[in-house]
């Protein structure tokens, strides 16, 4: 499924499409049939070098394949949730990453789904060939990521590669929409962040205001004012409430 992805990206970007020509491929292999298309004298590539090639895809592939979902958004707001609720190392950064990746999962479930039903399936029934398993595998992704992508973004990098207007989403290219759509992540992911900040400064404010009536100038406000933003955080059941928030989010 992960190979599926990836080659979605080469084969649906005309900026690639022109150096993927199609190698017939004989040796029965999934593998094989998909990396003798790189080929470009039309000869299937030896098997040391397609390992190869597929080891180094390995090596960007996790960060492809997260940057593509809902990965980016979830995991910038549950830092800055850690940070405004003024704990440094809890939950650990493998607690979030945990919980980042599964409701990344849950939230891609649909688009997941559909690939399986499209793509992976009739594939693995040999009903389809590899490219058009790639094909239907790239316009789920490209049709998630373009309706979670702001329009201002598009109009920004569209501009930046002097693109001709797209007629409609599906006209886009990954190379436009990728960057678009991680810009638009990273905007959305900091004004959610924002919104969960002003509770918890909130409560910093009135701490620190006590603190110095009181000429208790030496003492850490944040020592006082953590034990309050947890209460406040664990009585509105914080949890729930923001991860409950960032699934919806993305409105699938």
Same mark, same amino acid.
């Given at each position: 499924m992960t190979l599926m992805v990836i080659l979605a990206l080469i084969l649906t970007t005309?900026?690639?499409?022109?150096?993927?020509?199609?190698?017939?491929?004989?040796?029965?292999?999934? &593998?094989?049939?998909? @990396?003798?298309?790189?080929?470009g004298d039309g000869r299937s590539l !030896? +098997?040391?070098? /397609?390992? =190869?090639? *597929?080891?180094?895809?390995?090596?960007?592939?996790?960060? &492809?394949?997260?940057? @593509?979902?809902?990965?980016?958004?979830?995991?910038?707001?549950? !830092? +800055?949730?850690? /940070?405004? =609720?003024? *704990?440094?190392?809890?939950?650990?950064?493998?607690?979030? &990453?945990?919980?980042?990746?599964?409701?990344?999962?849950?939230?891609?479930?649909?688009a997941i789904d559909e690939i399986n039903k499209l793509a992976f399936d009739p594939y693995g029934k040999g009903q389809i060939?590899?490219?058009?398993?790639?094909?239907r595998s790239g316009k789920v992704l490209h049709g998630f990521m373009a309706k979670q992508t702001r329009e201002s973004d598009l109009k920004l990098f569209a501009g930046l590669a002097?693109?001709?207007?797209?007629?409609?989403?599906?006209?886009?290219?990954?190379?436009?929409?990728?960057p678009a759509f991680v810009t638009s992540e990273l905007k959305t992911a900091f004004q959610i962040g924002f919104m969960i900040f002003l509770p918890f400064l909130i409560i910093d404010l009135?701490?620190?205001?006590?603190?110095?009536?009181?000429?208790?100038?030496?003492?850490?406000?944040?020592?006082?004012?953590?034990?309050?933003?947890?209460?406040?955080f664990v009585l509105v059941d914080g949890w729930a409430l923001t991860m409950g928030s960032l699934a919806g989010s993305f409105a699938t």
């Open positions: 005309p900026a690639f499409a022109q150096a993927a020509p199609a190698a017939p491929v004989d040796n029965g292999g999934a &593998l094989s049939r998909a @990396m003798g298309q790189i080929s !030896s +098997l040391s070098l /397609q390992i =190869l090639i *597929l080891m180094s895809l390995l090596t960007v592939l996790p960060s &492809l394949i997260l940057m @593509m979902t809902s990965f980016t958004r979830i995991i910038i707001v549950l !830092s +800055l949730l850690r /940070q405004a =609720l003024g *704990l440094q190392q809890t939950p650990p950064n493998q607690v979030l &990453l945990g919980l980042s990746l599964f409701l990344s999962l849950f939230v891609m479930r649909p060939t590899i490219e058009e398993a790639v094909g002097e693109a001709p207007p797209f007629r409609t989403s599906a006209d886009i290219p990954f190379t436009i929409l990728l009135v701490v620190a205001s006590t603190l110095m009536a009181l000429g208790m100038m030496m003492l850490s406000p944040t020592i006082i004012s953590m034990p309050f933003k947890l209460l406040l």
